[in-house]
């Protein structure tokens, strides 16, 4: 029979084999890594999928969500449809109210995955604090999704557009950090995950 030539390494008090211990160090080494890939951003709200992406290039000013991403404490509401074959996107600013209907027609826009979190409504702009940080907010009150279940329960502006109203709870929430400005105390806005790199917009959980 042949003889087993590998050698004794020590690890532990314990004597084990070269080339057994070389997969457990590298598995133990892997295992860190993996929940962290597992665990995420605890504060990034996951509970319905969000994927929005939008090409600032392909709609140039004055297109309303273009214009929001340069400007601090500048809000739109964004909703989605297909109409007809094509793929509109809604927008509802802040200050003034105004709306916008941006129809993506590009081939690559076309291809992109579209998901609105809970009932198709995401919150996007540039907060006038946290070192006018670019936001994003889940577009339903967060304490009567918490409290009530369902889906519906849309924020409108009010206040000049510095703040969410919910008419079902009756709080307020900041648009700028998303905590309870008025009403009852209660969880603030949900956020997702959002990037600029100064022409694609991306936002996601």
Known sequence: MMEDKRRLVKTDGCYHKEGRLRPLISFCLLLPLLFLSC???DSIYRDYPCSFTFDTTLHPLPCQLTAILRNSGQFVKIETTIEQGVRHVRTNRNYDNATEDIMLRNAMEQQWRYALGANNCIIVGVS?????LLVAYEGQCPNCLTDLGGTRYPLM???????????????SYDVNNGVVAAGRAGKALFRYQAAFDGSILRVWN
Request: proline share 0%; hydrophobic share 20%.
């Open 39 to 41: 665990d995420g951003d």
């Open 157 to 171: 502006w009010a206040n000049n557009g510095l703040h969410l109203n919910c008419a079902k709870c009756g709080r």
């Open 128 to 132: 006038s604090y946290d070192d006018h």
